[in-house]
C-alpha cells in the first residue's frame, strides 16, 4: 500500500503552534488570568486549565514534528543516495539536521509540560535548546547563516537581560512592569524566529506532496511459524 498526502505532517505542525497559544489565551482571558491587550505577552499559560490544554496540543504538535523531520530527512537521504556525485559531508549534514530536529522537537514538548515559576531553569534551559536546535536545523537544511544568526543572538541577549536582572514570579507583564521593555524585546525576539521556523516548515508542504511511502513489509521468522504450526496440529488432535 503507498501512502500520500504527506503534507499534511508540515501542515498540522503550522497551525497546531500557534492554535495551541490562541486556545490557551482565550480560555486564559476567560478566567481572567490574562489580558486582552497582552495577547503576544502573556505569561499566563502557568494556570490551569489553559496550561493543560496547551501541553496537550504541543505534546501532539511535538510528535507530529518529529514524523516530519524523520521524512524530510529520508527524502534528502534518497536524493543523496540517487546522486552519487555527493560526498559524504552531504549525508553527515542530513544527519545533523535530523539530530537536531528532533531535539528541537522534545525540547518544545518540555517547555509546554513544565511550569514558569515553578521549574523555571529546566524551561528557560529547554527555550534556549530549542530555538538552537532550530536554529541548527535551518543551518543544515538551508545555509541561512546571515539570516537566521542575527534572530538567534537577538534572543540570547534579551532573554539573558530579563533573567538575570528581572528573575521574579510575576505572571502577567504590563507596560508599567519593571523589565518591560527587555521582556518585550526578548518576546518580539522569540515571536520572530518562531515565525521563521514555521514559514520554513509550510515550504515543506510543496516537496511533501511529491513523496509517497510505502508501507514496511513485516516477515515472520521460522520460529513464529513452526510454533502456530504445531498448536494447529495440537488442536487438530
Known sequence: MIEGHLYIFPLLVCALIPFAYLISFIVAVHLGHSKFEYLFFSHSLIDSPESCIYSQIINFTSFILIITIYIRYRQIAELIRNHPTCGKKYSQLNLTFLVCGLIAAFSMSIISNFPHT????????????????????LYCEMLLSFCIRPLLYSIIIFQTITIVKYDNEQKLWTSTS???????????SAWILTSCLLIYILTLIIDFRRIKIISPKIYLTNDIIDDQMNQRLSLSI
Open 118 to 137: 515553578n521549574v523555571f531553569l529546566v524551561r528557560i534551559c529547554a527555550t534556549y535548546i530549542t530555538f538552537i536546535m532550530s536554529v541548527g536545523t
Open 178 to 188: 519593571l523589565g518591560w521593555k527587555y521582556h518585550l524585546s526578548s518576546t518580539l
